[in-house]
């Protein structure tokens, strides 16, 4: 059965770095894309980036700039850094498998990805 396991969340301030990981197994990445999104509260669930099955990557505009996705195929793990973060980067990011339709072009689309890990908390606050 397809799996995704986020980590890497926690309470860090403003300013500071982070980086998630999603361990995804049952699955090589060389056939799905996976992308990163995120839900604060009260809010609707927001993408955040993606890395292709090819290794091409996508970002929101928004997201441009301090987030920087990418991949270890030899862990089948695919991490999120985060720079410079916002107290308004506060939510609850989740990894989600995509299949590839096109190897080199992913979105961070909500209705392009099937499975989707539990998620993992991130507080930004001083």
């Known amino acids: 059965q397809l799996q995704l396991v986020e980590s890497g969340g926690g309470l860090v301030q403003p300013g500071g770095s982070l980086r998630l990981s999603c361990v995804v197994s049952q699955f090589t990445l060389d056939y799905w894309h996976i992308g990163w999104f995120r839900q604060a509260p009260g809010k609707r669930r927001e993408g955040v980036s993606c890395i292709s099955s090819g290794g091409t990557t996508n970002y929101t505009d928004s997201m441009k700039g301090r987030f920087t996705i990418s991949r270890d195929n030899a862990k089948n793990t695919v991490y999120l850094q985060m720079n410079s973060l916002k107290p308004e980067d506060t939510a609850v990011y989740s990894c989600?498998?995509?299949?590839?339709?096109?190897?080199?072009?992913?979105?961070?689309?909500?209705?392009?990805?099937?499975?989707w890990g539990q998620g993992t908390q991130v507080t930004v606050s001083s």
């Open positions: 989600a498998a995509g299949e590839a339709a096109v190897q080199n072009m992913c979105l961070p689309l909500e209705f392009e990805y099937d499975v």
